[in-house]
Nanobody, 127 residues
């Protein structure tokens, strides 16, 4: 079993920055993939970014490229999402997720590939 806990959300003005954290505990994996997703009211869950833990390879949705950075700290079993140049469209509940597998690149943004999810942290960007 894996437990994921997000933190770092809050209220920020457009153009500002936030850093989200996701701490994983419980069962560990050697070749897992973790990702960030978000869901705004009345909208589908949207993939934001993913990282392959072993090599640190990163992948980004178009909405995140150039503004967000995903990273991991192996010692702390923690994943981060540094969000810069935030805009109101980024407002959503952000979730971290983990799959013990290594989905193909074309599938890293598919939420169905992920087995474990955190409770989410609210990010609100005001204009």
């Amino acid at each position: 079993q894996v437990q994921l806990v997000e933190s770092g959300g809050g209220l920020v003005q457009a153009g500002g920055s936030l850093r989200l954290s996701c701490v994983a505990s419980g069962r560990t994996f050697s070749r897992h993939t973790m990702g960030w997703f978000r869901q705004a009211p009345e909208k589908e869950r949207e993939w934001v970014a993913a990282i392959r833990w072993s090599m640190g390879s990163t992948y980004y949705a178009d909405s995140a490229k150039g503004r967000f950075t995903i990273s991991r700290d192996n010692a702390k079993t923690t994943m981060y999402l540094q969000m810069n140049s935030l805009k109101p469209d980024d407002t959503a509940v952000y979730y971290c997720a983990l799959t013990p597998r290594t989905p193909v690149v074309s599938a890293v943004g598919d939420p169905n590939q992920y087995d474990y999810w955190g409770q989410g942290t609210q990010v609100t960007v005001s204009s």
